[in-house]
């Protein structure tokens, strides 16, 4: 089983653990970590068949909202 694309919430991960938890070999991965809390986070694995990018929305860095 290999599903097209993964989204996964709670992932609890600091930047820089992220690509140790969640590198994936033939997905790209885009994720939004939780600076201020030991908890939290979200990302997404999209296979890399799949036509992707990633866009910054910087707005929603000053809310308390997560998303990507």
Same mark, same amino acid.
């Given at each position: $089983?290999?599903? &097209?694309? +993964?989204? +996964?919430n709670? /992932?609890?991960? *600091? &930047?820089?653990? =992220?690509n #140790?938890?969640?590198? =994936?070999?033939?997905?790209? +991965?885009? $994720? *939004? @970590?939780? &600076?201020?809390?030991? %908890? %939290? %986070?979200?990302?997404?694995?999209? *296979?890399? @068949? /799949?036509?992707? @990018?990633?866009?910054? $929305? &910087?707005?929603?860095? @000053?809310?308390? +909202?997560?998303? #990507?």
């Open positions: $089983f290999a599903p &097209d694309i +993964l989204c +996964l709670e /992932i609890r991960c *600091k &930047d820089h653990e =992220i #140790i938890y969640l590198n =994936i070999s033939n997905y790209n +991965l885009f $994720f *939004k @970590t939780r &600076d201020n809390s030991s %908890g %939290g %986070g979200v990302a997404i694995l999209i *296979k890399e @068949t /799949i036509k992707c @990018t990633e866009v910054q $929305f &910087d707005a929603v860095r @000053t809310h308390s +909202l997560e998303a #990507i």
